[in-house]
């Protein structure tokens, strides 16, 4: 089903019509009359002292918005629980029927919650691959470790060859002053590998045969599949100084070297807790892309209405999140203004939808197999974000309660421990 399948948008919309008493509507008129005489400054009268018939003259299209926005919420609210109907979208209020002496008749369209049968979640099946981990895995993860342990000393007397490191400081600047987004800062201090697997061809070729104390300017044109999207298809003018050579050492694969590592006694216990290591990441990897699998079989086996009002909310959410990324990677604010804002909305939009429709299931599913969320479970949750906030329980639960994140949290445990029974039960 289409996030913008007609019908389904109209199977989960409410229509309901509400009148309120004009006595009710009188009273509520009379407070709002008093309260503009406090704050009306008017010629001839003093502050305070505007009478309320002049006061209902001058203002009669505000006091008509005020009384309703006052007196419509409450009765729409007292209606929809009278029918048994929990909205997740703001009212949308129509003919409008507002005089002086008469009730207050409007008619509310919004949506609703669908009503959901699950079909067919006890039948679900993920593959669980045996996990198993090779001796050159390990190797390989070993000698990342060394990699990370590696000192260096300084070399003398030559000119930078394959293999050596420039401890260097350096400067790009685009050619095209259109890529002046992409542009690099001056990096003091930098070790580029001469010849490495992940240095610039261009550095490499130009850098070879370059003594300490000299400077090189050469251009780089990155391609357009570029990992940096800045430099993608961009053309740079680097300025480069070598301040040293330098020549990496690797500590040599014994027991002594897995002492420094921390409370090993030999290279075995090493490699035994680096294949315990990979095994467990495989597993994890594993268990999520099966637990994947399980919600988009579970959404295809699932059709029903997704309101558009929790549609539009995850999109918000989504696109928060890739702000906040972005920002976090050093996008200025001025270059977010100039994003295409619908066009990413519209992007976001499938997704969101698939987002909303499994959050949705995976709730039934709770409630039918009577999933809970126990205070221990939260407070664990709660003293994780503790540690990574630097914050004690205590301040995260006041500030989550006072924004509603009690309840995000409490939902979010809820619907991975459905998710884990589902997974189980999938053997």
């Not at 049968?117 to 099946?125: H, S």
């Not at 780089?220 to 599949?225: E, H, K, L, N, S």
């Not at 892309?289 to 699932?302: F, T």
Request: proline share 5%; hydrophobic share 35%.
């Amino acid at each position: 089903m289409s996030p913008t399948d007609t019908a389904a948008k109209e199977s989960v919309k409410r229509e309901i019509s509400i009148e309120i008493p004009a006595d009710e509507v009188a009273r509520e008129t009379e407070a709002q009359v008093q309260r503009y005489q406090k704050m009306a400054r008017l010629p001839g009268f003093r502050a305070g002292h505007v009478p309320a018939s002049i006061i209902k003259q001058r203002f009669a299209e505000g006091l008509k918005n005020d009384v309703a926005e006052a007196l419509i919420p409450k009765y729409f609210r007292k209606e929809a629980e009278k029918q048994g109907l929990i909205p997740v979208s703001t009212p949308r209020v129509t003919d409008l029927h507002i005089h002086e002496g008469e009730p207050l008749r409007f008619k509310a369209t919004f949506e609703i919650l669908p009503e959901i049968k699950v079909e067919g979640y006890k039948e679900l099946r993920a593959e669980k691959p045996d996990i198993t981990v090779t001796d050159e895995e390990v190797e390989q993860a070993l000698d990342g470790v060394r990699e990370q342990h590696a000192s260096y000393t300084n070399v003398e007397g030559r000119a930078l060859a394959e293999g050596d490191f420039a401890q260097a400081s350096m400067e790009g600047k685009p050619k095209n002053p259109a890529a002046e987004a992409g542009k690099n800062p001056v990096l003091n201090d930098v070790l580029i590998e001469i010849g490495g697997k992940n240095t610039v061809p261009e550095f490499t070729q130009n850098l070879t045969g370059a003594s300490a104390g000299e400077e090189r300017t050469f251009d780089v044109v990155y391609p357009d599949d570029a990992p940096d999207k800045r430099l993608a298809g961009n053309a740079f003018v680097y300025t480069v100084r070598v301040n040293g050579i330098k020549q990496k050492n690797l500590p040599e694969l014994n027991d002594d070297f897995a002492k420094e590592l921390g409370e090993f006694n030999s290279l075995d216990q090493v490699r035994k807790q680096i294949r315990e290591n990979i095994a467990a990441e495989k597993q994890h990897t594993a268990e999520r892309e099966a637990k994947d699998k399980i919600v988009s079989d579970l959404v295809k086996r699932n059709e029903f209405e997704v309101p558009e009002a929790l549609v539009d909310r995850q999109i918000d959410l989504r696109l928060e999140r890739g702000l906040r990324a972005l920002a976090a990677q050093g996008m200025k604010m001025e270059d977010m203004k100039k994003m295409d804002l619908p066009r990413l909305r519209a992007g976001q939009r499938e997704q969101a939808f698939q987002d909303v429709k499994s959050s949705l299931l995976l709730e039934r599913i709770a409630d039918l197999e009577n999933i809970q969320v126990s205070e221990e479970e939260i407070n664990r949750e709660l003293e994780a974000l503790a540690r990574q906030s630097k914050q004690t329980p205590e301040a995260v639960r006041a500030r989550l309660t006072e924004d509603g994140g009690m309840d995000r949290i409490r939902n979010r445990i809820r619907s991975e421990k459905t998710l884990d029974f589902l997974y189980h039960q999938s053997a």
